[in-house]
């Protein structure tokens, strides 16, 4: 069982919809990252977590530390989110030590 | 916040081959993380570069395979040596900043494709 599970792995979504990916983790960490992986391979920080709830623009993540999961949504979805969405967790106090998801692939059709 | 110059940003190499691929970042850090993504995988850390000292490398990955250089606070290579189709993936450095609240600045990625 991986560390870091991400649901779901794929989402298709119309414009406009809210969308919702997930992340669970097993290991005990000080933060959590939620990524944008764009076509090319390169990687945008989002968002990086410890307690509670962080809003930019759109985006709105959230973490529980307690159950070990955190969410990413997406209000009214566009078509240029569509891209890659991964959740890291920062294990053992360093910030190299990145456990990362698998990603979860989202497509926003116009 | 950092902003990470990574090249090339992608490659098509003939397997026996080496590629270097370098990271400038924009402002002095510490520690430089060096990162694979094969296919439809996580991302993996291979090793941390830290200037002025070797390269630590995590479990499964070699120093003669992979080998890295950190010559100042704003640079860092990492040499993909002895290619093989088993090294074709996207390969990112990445950088933390400072501070409690922290985040991680990655590269553009590098696409490697190896023939």
């Known amino acids: 069982k991986n560390e870091v599970e991400q649901s779901p792995q794929n989402l298709t979504a119309q414009e406009g919809e809210f969308i919702t990916i997930n992340c669970s983790y097993s290991?005990?960490?000080?933060?959590l990252h939620w990524l944008q992986q764009h076509p090319g391979g390169g990687i945008v920080s989002l968002f990086m977590l410890s307690s509670g709830k962080k809003k930019h623009g759109r985006l709105i993540a959230t973490i529980n530390i307690q159950e070990k999961h955190s969410s990413l949504h997406i209000t009214a979805s566009h078509p240029r989110d569509s891209a890659v969405y991964i959740c890291?967790?920062?294990?053992?106090?360093?910030?190299?030590?990145?456990?990362f998801g698998k990603g979860t692939k989202l497509s926003v059709k116009p | 916040s950092a902003v990470i110059s990574q090249k090339p940003s992608r490659d098509i190499c003939q397997r026996g081959t080496s590629l270097t691929i370098q990271c400038q970042v924009d402002s002095q850090v510490t520690m430089m993380f060096w990162y694979r993504q094969q296919p439809g995988q996580s991302l993996t850390l291979i090793a941390t570069?830290?200037?002025?000292?070797?390269?630590?490398?995590e479990s499964g990955f070699v120093i003669d395979k992979f080998p890295i250089s950190r010559p100042n606070l704003t640079f860092s290579t990492l040499t993909v040596s002895n290619m093989s189709p088993e090294d074709s993936s996207i390969y990112l450095c990445?950088?933390?900043?400072?501070?409690?609240?922290?985040?991680?600045?990655f590269g553009q990625g590098t696409r490697l494709t190896v023939v």
């Open positions: 290991v005990g960490i000080s933060a």
């Open positions: 890291a967790v920062v294990y053992g106090g360093s910030q190299g030590n990145l456990i």
């Open positions: 570069a830290n200037q002025g000292s070797e390269a630590t490398y």
């Open positions: 990445s950088v933390p900043t400072q501070g409690r609240e922290s985040e991680a600045f």
